[in-house]
């Protein structure tokens, strides 16, 4: 077993569940009591090969971005960021999202089927979104949960208007709900959390 990897990975959750519990807002209660019922132990770990994107282009400003809003956990992204399998949808085509979405999108698992703990019915991770793109109107089963940690993002719930989100907010989704996310000229890093029902992926609204 990756020793010194394990502790970079260990020390990533912990600063996602200690900037998570400052933050109050709708969700967060429920995605920290998933995560600290999951097995983090050294046998469920797991070392996952290494995937990059094209949206990766973007992580380095990302980390700088979220240097600014909170260090220990840029730094704790950027110690495993080699190691992060990163995977898109298949269903999300640029046929249907828009040219250049393929090239701008892309998700790793921390805690989840391609991260480094398998996870209970529970997966964590990041997102990235390149400059200037729609996330479309989406949905699945899984409560969810993302927490930005760049600024200029913009997220619609239930169809309704796009609304600006600072910098370490949090934005919850209820099961089911339509939800779709716009980024302007700065990339969009988040931390995002589905924390049941996690077999259904997404889809797209029809």
Request: with cysteine; proline share 9%.
């Amino acid at each position: 077993m990756n020793h010194e990897l394990f502790e970079q990975t260990r020390r990533l959750i912990g600063a996602i569940a200690r900037g998570l519990s400052a933050r109050p807002g709708e969700g967060v209660a429920e995605v920290l009591s998933r995560l600290a019922a999951q097995d983090l132990g050294e046998a469920r770990f797991f070392e996952p090969e290494p995937r990059g994107l094209p949206v990766l282009s973007h992580l380095p400003q990302s980390i700088g971005e979220t240097m600014l809003f909170d260090p220990g956990l840029a730094a704790a992204i950027a110690a495993v960021e080699d190691s992060l399998h990163w995977v898109q949808s298949s269903t999300y085509t640029d046929a249907l999202l828009g040219e250049g979405f393929s090239a701008n999108y892309g998700w790793s698992h921390i805690i989840g089927p391609d991260g480094f703990f398998p996870g209970g019915d529970f997966l964590l991770g990041l997102l990235m979104l390149g400059p200037d793109r729609h996330y479309r109107d989406h949905y699945h089963p899984a409560p969810e949960l993302y927490w930005p940690l760049t600024p200029n993002s913009r997220w619609s719930i239930d169809g309704g208007p796009f609304a600006d989100k600072p910098q370490g907010a949090t934005i919850w989704h209820p099961p089911m709900a339509l939800h779709a996310t716009k980024t302007d000229a700065t990339p969009l890093l988040a931390v995002w959390c589905w924390t049941k029902d996690v077999a259904t992926p997404a889809r797209l609204k029809a």
